[in-house]
Structure formats: C-alpha cells, structure tokens
C-alpha cells in the first residue's frame, strides 16, 4: 500500500469517523430535547384539558345540586299540575343551549313527572344504584352509570340528586341531568386537531375505563372499554411505553389527574394525551438526512483535502525513492534535492548524510582491507624473504672473515651486511603493522557494532545476491571492549560468510546472553566446513579458498582472546558454517 493510499484512507477515515460521532450526538441529543419538549407540551394539554373537564364537572354537578333545592322543586308532590316545574325545567334547557340534552324529574316511583322534553313526561326512569357519588361543598350529587353504544350519538353523564318535601322531610323524587358529553368531546377533538400528525386524548375513571375520547378513539368503539387501563403512571407526569393494543410501536404519552375544582375534589379521573413516537420525531427523522446530506457533502470535501495533502506528502518520499534507485546503479549520483513539508525535507536531508556517511564507511572497510593487505604482504615476506635473507647475511659476514679477500670484496660484503639489515628491518616494521595492538576496552553495545558491520557490507551482499539479516535477542549487548578490535572481527566474519556463500545464499548474525556472557554468531548456507578442520581454521596460513593467505581468522582469534573470550567453529543449522564469538559481561573497563 502507498503512503499516498494510506494517508487518504486515514484521513477520510478520522474524517467520517468524527462525522458520524458528531452526527450520532446531536441526532440522539434532538430527539432527546425534542422527546422532553413534546412530553412537556403533552402534560401540559393533558393538565389544561384535565382542568377544563373538572370546571365543567362541577358546574353540570352544582347546576343540578342547586336546582334542586329550589321552591319549584316542591311542585312535584302534587304531580306538577299546572305545569310550573315542566317550564322551567324546559327554560333552563334552553338557556344553556346544548349542556344538556334533557332536564327531568321523576318521583319516588320513577315516573318522570317534568321534564323539558314534553314527550319524555310519564316515562319510567329505572331506579338503579348511582355508578359513583360526587361531593360538593355543599352537597352530595350522584352520577348513574353511563350506557354508551358507539357511534356514540347520543352519549349523555346522567346526573342525579334526590329532592325531599319541606313539609315532612321525605324523599319526595329526584332531579336528573342528562350532561352532553359531546362538550367534553368537542374538547377533545380540538386538542387532537391542534398539532400535525395523530394525536389521542383519552379520560379514564377510577377502574381504568374510557369515559371519554377524541374522535380517533371513538371511531374505534373504545368508550367505556378498559383498553387503557394499565397505562396509568405512578406520579410521572410524562411517559413512554408499547402502545399496543392501541398503536403498534411506541408512544409518548401526557398525564394529568383530576385536582378538583373550588373545593370539589373530582372524581379520581384522568386524562392522557398521546402521540406515536414516530410522528413526534418526523422533525428528528428529518434532521437525520440533513445530517446525512452534509455527511456526505463534507466526506467529497475530505476527500479532496485528503487527496492534496497525501500528494504533498507522498510524492516528496516518490522523488526520494527514485534517487535512491538511481543511486543504486550510478554511485555518483548528485545528492537528494527533496521539497515539501519540513518533516520530509528534514527526512531527504537525513537520508543524504547517511548515504555520505555510508561512503565514508565504505573508504574505512576499503580501508581496513588495504591493511589486511599490508598484513598478507608482511606475513608473505616475513615466510619467503627472511629465511633467504638470513643465509645472505651470515653468508655475507663469513666471506668478511676470508684472508685472501680483496678489498673490492670486502666492499661488496659490507654492502651485502648493510642492506640485508635494512630489509630485516623493513620486514619487522611490516610485522608491528600486522600485530593486534592491545584492546583499550570501553563500555560499548555490541549490537549497535555488529548493525554497522550489517550496513557497511550490505552493499557487497547485495551485489552477490545474498540475504544479510540480523536478529539480535540479546537483552544485555552491554560489555567491555574496543569498538574498532570488535569491528575487525565481525567485519572478517561477515566478509568470509559473504565470499563462501554462492550467490542467492544466506548470511545471518544472531545474538543470545544469559548472566555471565553475551555470545554472537555468524551462520550461512555455504559449502561449511568439514569437521576435522574445524579446529586448524585459526591456524597461521591454514587456508582452503584459493587465494587465500590463511591469516584473518588467525588475527581475529588474537583479538577476541585479548578480550578474554572465545571463538568456536561449528556447523549451522543451513548445513553450512557457523563461528561462535562469546565475550565476558563482567570485564572490567580500563583505559
């Protein structure tokens, strides 16, 4: 995956990521505002319509409790014979227009003996025991139970309360009232009508029955029905709950319970004002695709911005890699010129001194071989100049030692003496070069000696096709040692790992330590090394690569014995050669 994919997949992801949180908050945030304000406005037309059924109440209640206790009242003993109670009654009606249906009075016996209706006179009206008695400040009145059939076109609150003679005390019949509930209806109605969307308002009794409802509800049949008799709260004042078997789904509901009215204190109804969920938050469903729009909107947006800043920064690292390509195949490539932001300026900067510092890595190893070279050439001379050398000169001091020697020969032996010295000195010069100096041993990390070795000959690796990895596990790389002895040895371990190993092998540098040493080791896939010359190989001129002197590991053994430690020639587990290096944790460092 390309840096350029990867900064625009991240960025676009953050981007929705923040989008959608932000989105889910304030979705959730609204409908929950929302939910409050609509149960609010619920509770609050719930108490208002609550307080208007308890005003009309009292006053159908005190209408009929007053009436009552009127003089004409007392007509009725003598069966309202000159009609007296009859017109009034059918006064009263008429005064109050459609409050009432119907204004009687019935005897004891209940034979209707006025009423505003002439046709309803001498009708029986059924005594039966009242449904629930009211209490007024002044009074008691009595509802009879309601006889409701839908489609409710005549749906009265029959009430009732017994006159009694002023002569000898007796219950001498009672006053009916026959309140139109449509007044109570049409209430309903309106509320159910005020706002968009469905909206249901019911007023339960006592037992949980549907005294009274908007129209949605009557059209369904449901007065006197206990459909919403479970759905009474305790206290709360706004709710939400399953609205079956009303409504599928859910609702949010209004309650207010009756309070009373100028000292009555009501019947124990309620009301409840409700609304489907789903209509309540049309507004937040609504708000919902606004935010999906802008969601979208800002996402093409994002992307856009993803796309400049990720080329910004991508195409920099492109222009970065194309020159170390190019550096690859022409060493002398001009130096990165990198544009961009800061961070990848400073990046091409970097990368441009380490590659000079990799140069100069280089001219230390070309360096460090020329020595080697030097040491070869010593050791040759020192084998193959000496032992000649010898004989010339104490050949040379013989014949000084003749009698009959002219002086011209002894001119020629003393130049023989002289410059056999002056090569015996040369080639004692060439040894001190060639001899390990003594280790000034330091605190030093190992792994960070073996990672340059890694580096300074990973080109020589590649160019011969060879993997070179490392995998230091040391947890203590700490010890004493001279950094620059350390580097010899790795750098001829690694090297001679490189040189046998044919091309598309393997070279590998591991590190392990447990308490008392810190050990290395350099495996390849190579050819190995049979196992009866696994201990001449650190041997002076024990050698089986053509060409070769048979000195490095001879010099690299010194240096490791100087460090008190030791070195190991076995088999890897490729099948070919391994050289173990352990080196002492708790040497002391010295100066």
């Known amino acids: 995956m390309t840096i350029s994919r990867l900064l625009l997949i991240a960025f676009l992801s953050l981007t929705f990521l923040a989008l959608a949180l932000l989105a889910s908050l304030s979705f959730f945030a ?91 006179i001498g009708r029986t009206q059924a005594l039966q025991a009242p449904w629930v008695g009211a209490k007024l400040p002044n009074g008691e009145v009595f509802l009879q139970p309601l006889d409701l059939q839908a489609p409710y076109s005549q749906a009265s609150l029959l009430i009732h309360t017994p006159v009694y003679s002023r002569y000898d005390g007796r219950e001498i019949g009672g006053l009916y009232g026959a309140f139109d509930l449509w007044q109570i209806f049409r209430l309903f109605d309106q509320a159910e009508h005020s706002v968009s969307g469905n909206r249901y308002v019911a007023l339960i009794d006592q037992e949980g029955r549907l005294v009274a409802g908007s129209a949605s509800l009557r059209d369904r049949g449901l007065l006197l029905a206990k459909a919403l008799s479970d759905w009474r709260p305790d206290g709360m004042a706004t709710f939400t709950r399953n609205g079956m078997p009303l409504l599928k789904g859910e609702v949010l509901i209004g309650h207010a319970a009756s309070r009373g009215y100028q000292g009555y204190p009501g019947l124990g109804w309620s009301v409840l004002v409700f609304q489907p969920t789903e209509q309540a938050f049309r507004s937040v469903r609504a708000l919902l695709w606004l935010f999906s729009l802008v969601f979208l909107v800002t996402g093409l947006l994002a992307g856009v911005a993803a796309l400049a800043v990720a080329g910004r920064i991508a195409r920099p690292l492109v222009r970065l890699t194309a020159w170390t390509r190019d550096f690859v195949r022409h060493e002398n490539a001009v130096g990165p010129h990198i544009a961009g932001t800061r961070e990848v300026r400073e990046l091409g900067t970097a990368f441009g001194q380490m590659l000079e510092n990799l140069q100069q ?32 000169h104490t050949s040379a001091q013989m014949l000084q030692r003749e009698p009959l020697l002219s002086a011209e020969g002894l001119e020629l032996t003393r130049f023989m003496l002289d410059e056999s010295a002056r090569l015996e000195r040369l080639i004692s010069t060439l040894l001190e070069c060639a001899r390990p100096r003594p280790p000034r041993m330091r605190s030093c990390d190992v792994h960070a000696i073996v990672r340059r070795v890694a580096d300074l000959l990973a080109t020589q690796a590649r160019k011969k096709n060879i993997r070179l990895g490392c995998s230091l596990k040391a ?3 700490t010890t004493a040692c001279d950094e620059e002895l350390l580097m010899q040895v790795f750098l001829n371990l690694v090297m001679n790992a490189i040189q046998i190993t044919p091309s598309g092998g393997r070279v590998e540098v591991r590190s392990s330590s447990d308490r008392e040493a810190l050990s290395v080791e350099v495996d390849d896939d190579g050819p190995g090394i049979p196992e009866q010359n696994r201990p001449k190989v650190f041997d002076p001129f024990f050698t089986t690569r053509e060409g070769g002197i048979g000195l490095g590991l001879t010099v690299t053994r010194q ?26 944790l708790k040497e002391e460092t010295t100066s």
């Open 475 to 477: 947890e203590n790389s």
């Open 361 to 392: 890595s280089r001219q230390q190893v070309i360096h460090a071989a020329k020595l080697a070279m030097v040491g070869e050439m010593a050791a040759i001379m020192a084998h193959e100049v000496r032992t000649p050398l010898g004989i010339l």
């Open 30 to 120: 609204s409908r929950e505002a929302l939910a409050e304000e609509i149960g609010r406005n619920l509770a609050k037309d719930a108490t208002l319509l609550m307080e208007q059924v308890d005003m009309q109440l009292f006053e159908r209640l005190q209408n009929i409790h007053s009436w009552s206790r009127l003089d004409v009242m007392q007509d009725a003993r003598v069966g309202d014979v000159d009609k007296r109670l009859a017109r009034f009654l059918t006064d009263i009606r008429q005064g109050y227009g459609e409050v009432y249906s119907e204004l009687f009075f019935a005897d004891e016996t209940g034979r209707v003996v006025a009423s505003s209706t002439t046709a309803a």
């Open 559 to 584: 240096i490791v014995d100087a460090h008190h430690g030791r070195i190991v020639a076995e088999a890897s587990e490729w099948g070919g050669a391994r050289f173990k290096v352990s080196l002492p």
